[in-house]
């Protein structure tokens, strides 16, 4: 008997209708933002629309879960405890938490996941999550599968959380305070002014300028598609997507694209089946690379490796197509394999490395005519298509169906006629109903199968194959009786209406309980780092051993602080790792960012520790009025 681990898709969604079409492009579960404390303060949502997100995601016995992830003020913790409660009453299957000062609250018995926000690298740190309580944990992005694998090993029973695909942040997450430093937006507080896709000049402590006005933190996107099947081996059991800020076409063909790899894994690892119900049909063929993107990494998951930046815009390439041959007149001669529909943006790097686009308004085989004045571009220049008119078009529309398989079972009674349908997750519902008996003077039973077929918009269809049935229809009368199509037509309806409600009623909502702990925390003492803003996160962590803790740096600035944290080297992406690849550099230490405003910011690199720390100059950025902004 194969022991079967459920895996999870986890889509991300900016609103309602994001959301509805992740299930309906085969999303397990969906992560939306609250009407407030998300870690996307664009992307929140009323309690209304999440209400009506957590019913369609039911029927199909997939999840919601609601980020109140960002570190909370004093103030702020009876206000979140309320809106806790109220997501609880519409049926959030669970919540993702950064502030562990939620866990003092009186809580309603929905289950915590720990967020990506508490900097969950460790064995030891996950481990003492899931004692304290929490039934899921989000891993920090910059881990290998050999690390996974280790957490997974030491924490098996923990369902562990990976991001697969979409932006990456090139500090570790819940460890960046650049934003706060520079601009008094907090990412910890759902506020990042992306810093990281800023423009910078690398400068050495002689003042020489190593790279010019290229973006030096910004990173390419996740996309682990290829690799799914090493990730499941691995431990993850919940594949997660990025994009709360994303448009629904994104939602669309990122989470499709998803959908058929994992299918294609379960189709070959029984081991691993999936967290929900319902197949999907697709209207289209999911291309990961016509969505956003601004190139695509690994990241670290196979190891440490160059080419996990895009210095050269943070803006989305999208697919290449292809080079410039030639200009001649009022059109452009390309050379490419994929061809160009009207509408399409296409994008290229100039002369001095500036990303630079146009529309084009008319294809003519390989003769592209731009709308509006004629680009120069250098012969050979790679061309790039980062908007697909044509692909876009089929997404604005419907575009996938999803379908829970039944079967039906038509007999005759002594009164008259049942009707019963049965799900794919055993769900039954039979109805009897009174009526006549009349033969027919025809064969009626291929008559019947095609009218209890026609299930049209709702979420169910015929499924042959269920539980091992040779037909997805089963006629038992005890003669060839006649029944009109119309009367079918309602007994359908009126069975189907009922399926819906057996499957709402049956839908099997995890509750968890909160109760106090007192195990130790794998640390003695908390820096700035803890993220602490509030006394009730205070208490847990002295309850939990802790000597111990610096309140956060949104609370109170720390001179000379580590303003980043990236695993992201600048050393290496030059070549100059002296670990990895036995470099040297001629250049002197400190290195420098220097931002298009003069701004300064100190390199340090931390080879015991594989990661490169970025500092504020001198404590430039501590003026009084962000100090003033602490104090509020």
Known sequence: MIKQRKIELLAPA????????????GADAVYIGAPKFGA????????EDIAALVVHAHLYNARIYVTVNTIL???ELEETERMIWELYRIGVDALIVQDL?????NLPPIPLHGSTQMDNRTPEKVRFLADAGFRQVVLARELSLQEIRRIHDACPEVPLEVFVHGALCVSYSGQCYVSQACFGRSANRGECAQFCRLPFNLVDADGKTLMRNKYLLSLKDLNQSEVLENLLDAGASSLKIEGRLKDVTYVKNVTAAYRRRLDAVFARRKEYVRASSGSCRFDFSPQLDKSFSRGFTHYFLQGRERGIASFDTPKSLGEEMGTMKEQRGNYLIVAGVKPFHNGDGVCYLDEQGRLQGFRINRVDGNKLYPAGEIPRIRPRTRLYRNFDQEFERILTRKSSERKIGIVWELWDTSFGFALSATDEDDNRVVLSFPYPREMARTPQEENLCTQLSRLGNTPFEVSDSLAGKTSGVIIRFSGNWFLPAS????WRRQVIDKLVVARRVTYRRELAVWKPTGHAFPAT???YLGNVMNDAARSFYLEHGLSSVAP????QAVPDAVLMFCKHCLRYSMGWCPTHQKGHSLYREPYYLVGTDGKRFRLSFDCKNCQMKVYGDEGAFFNEELRMKNEE
Not at 552 to 555: D, V, W
Request: charged content about 30%; hydrophobic content about 45%.
């Open 14 to 25: 900016k609103n309602l209708e994001c959301g509805i079409e992740a299930i309906n492009h």
């Open 40 to 47: 996307r303060a664009a992307a929140v949502n009323s309690l």
């Open 73 to 75: 003020k004093e103030e």
């Open 101 to 105: 000062g939620i866990t003092r609250l």
């Open 487 to 490: 009367v079918i037509a309602d």
């Open 525 to 527: 003492a908390l820096t």
């Open 552 to 555: 956060a740096y949104e609370k």
